[in-house]
């Protein structure tokens, strides 16, 4: 695989402000740099986790091109095996697969009334069109997993749905929304697990059994929780907060497979409830879990068969 | 009207030297809330529109968030024999510079450039133009994020919301901060080596 210099950084992303990129570009953009600056050992933490397949199969092209062309090393760790195929040498840590999840498909809740309906909706940014026109229903208790590789506009889509950036178009909900940002995870207050759940504690439940029922230690500060704990602290708030509809922007990032195994079984305690949940990702894998899957490509949503 | 620039930078001031006075007399959160309600009092008074008033507010509690991270360099820095006082003089002259620089230095020009008086000021000021940055995209976000989850259910809604994103979006400014510091710092001492 040869690779022109020149041409290593597209345009499209040089005409955009770093802070605007999404996770997966920013990511991958680092990796065009550290390309450009012939380091002769290059260190790769977690790419699976920021790159969608393609986007993730052209980085391994990359970097073994790079390796050879410069006599360098580079050296990638990763929950993953995907590297093997393109790596000389694979040391594994553990024994751990990224197949844990798999036989876990989410049952859909058969309460069947209309949570979320989208026509012809679509979102504006600085008076340009970001998401084209869109139609979505969403039932109760349903889990609908929106696919798309870095830079598809999965975040845009999120905030557009909560209403929380201009748009167009019909959107009617039968209760509330709740959005899970992608970044930063820890988006609560540095306080006791047990206190920020009481702030959102609208079902008025005991919160020593919501936090034993859902896996989180009442008494840890939320900022020593791990990524995957604070994903569930924010799940847990979902419920507590007694919302219909849970958005989740990129929930496995940072993820290893146990890890994405429990927030499958949270969500579907979640749709066990009646809440809707509908997540986006780049993670094909993880998506096939869910009954519906929809294609996000530049801003254009397509059912997948 | 002020002009814009101007503005900002005396209100900079201002919210510097307020928050100059909270860590010298290391006052309680209702005291900053008392503070910043005068703040904004002066900035009405200076018949400043609303839009800067809301930046008044990001840069108000940056350097609040700011003033805790040099602080953290200046005790890693073993300097602690120093009053707090100094060390917020020092904080207030850290500010003031990295405004000046921020519109015109990139960060890692300002290591390189501030290095040769110390390793350490180089990064407080490559981290405060870093933050002055990163303020207000944070900020918009956490309020977003509490605009859409969180439901006081009561008249007081939005001041609600306002207040819990502020206690959030402090305590994840100094988690950034921090995070920030020690990768400068590392960076820093891998280009430069250790400061003597």
Redesign the interface.
Known sequence: MHINQSSIIDNNLLDKSLHKLSDGQLYLFLVKLAYLQKAKLLLLDEPTSHLDESTYNYVMGLMKNYAEANDSIVIIVDHRDDAAKYADYVVKLDNVQDNCYEDLPLVRNKQGDTALVLENYSCFHDGQRTINPISLEVKRGEAVAIYGANGSRKTTLMWGIACSINCKGTRRLSGKVFIIPQTPIYWFDNVPVAEILQKFNKRKENIKYVAERFGLDENLMSYNLSIGKARLLSLTLAYLSNKEVVLIDEPTIGLDCNSKKSLLETIQKLIDEGISIIITTHDMKFALNFERRYILNKGTLVEMQ | MIDKDVSRTFLLIVSTLFVSIIVILNLNMLVLLAIAIIALLISLLLKINVKSMLKFVLFFQGFFTLSSVIAQIIVFDKIVYESLALSNIKMFIFVILSFIFAKYVTTTGLIKLFKRISVNAAVAIALAVKFM??FP?TWS??Y??Y?????P?SRFSRIKILI?SV??FI??S???ALQTAESLATRSTIIFGEEK
């Open positions: 940055r990163f995209a976000f956490v977003r994020t605009s859409v989850n969180y439901d259910g819990i206690k959030a305590n994840l100094l988690y950034s």
